[in-house]
């Protein structure tokens, strides 16, 4: 099993280009999100879905968009990049609310 | 002020050291508590998993929580180099709270065990 896969691990952008982190896992988890690290801010939460089709916002939503048409892939869209958003991107997924979260190696991404 | 505060160090200790890592809360809605490994350039790895108030164990890593202080610990014992890397701590609400299932971290602490 792979676990939690990211693509890609490094990404340079320049302000207001568009781009998509992928998010995919393979152990059936019903659960996934995504989250920033900053440093001295800890991980927070971005978007979060529950199962295919549910999506909701998390502590920083703006910027951002989600979906969740399969249960295991959750893409996260930049639609304007800023360069506030440089920052490394985690997704995680766990089986269900409130359990072991398995986060993938994240997405280092910068924009000048 | 955040809901939850960890002392973001670093830390620096000897090999062989008790190392006490803390974190403080504001929710007292939060029933699961976890304590989470991040290797450098690496996802973080949950390493201990606590629900309510109570102490657990495994091997050199004890996890301890106070619901009354609003107050979790983790105690490593014997630490070792490999020990190195970022803590975080992290709670998330029970079924029936406005977030239910959403973590929330801490800022993390970097620690460093030298031999």
């Known amino acids: 099993n792979a676990g939690v896969t990211q693509t890609p691990k490094f990404q340079v952008l320049k302000t207001g280009q568009s781009m998509t982190l992928q998010c995919a896992q393979d152990m059936n988890h019903e659960y996934m999100s995504w989250y920033r690290q900053d440093p001295g801010m800890g991980l927070r939460l971005i978007h979060y879905?529950?199962?295919?089709?549910?999506?909701d916002q998390g502590e920083v939503p703006n910027g951002y968009n989600v979906s969740r048409s399969t249960t295991e892939d959750f893409p996260l869209r930049l639609l304007s990049a800023a360069p506030s958003q440089t920052s490394v991107y985690f997704c995680?997924?766990?089986?269900?609310?409130?359990?072991?979260?398995?986060f993938g190696q994240g997405t280092r991404l910068t924009v000048v | 002020q955040k809901e939850v505060e960890q002392d973001p160090g670093p830390l620096s200790v000897p090999e062989g050291a008790i190392v006490s890592l803390n974190c403080t809360y504001s929710?007292?809605?939060?029933?699961?508590f976890m304590w989470y490994r991040q290797y450098s350039r690496k996802g973080p790895e949950l390493l201990m998993y606590t629900y309510s108030s109570g102490n657990k164990e495994d091997g050199r890593f004890t996890a301890q929580v106070d619901k009354s202080s609003k107050y979790i610990s983790l105690f490593i014992r014997d630490s070792q180099p490999s020990d190195s890397a970022t803590y975080l701590c992290?709670?998330?609400?029970?079924?029936?709270?406005?977030?239910?299932?959403?973590?929330?971290f801490g800022q993390g602490t970097i620690l460093t065990v030298h031999p």
């Open positions: 995680a997924s766990s089986p269900r609310p409130n359990t072991e979260a398995f």
């Open positions: 992290a709670m998330s609400e029970g079924a029936g709270g406005t977030s239910y299932g959403k973590l929330t």
């Open positions: 879905s529950v199962g295919a089709g549910i999506t």
């Open positions: 929710n007292s809605a939060f029933q699961y």
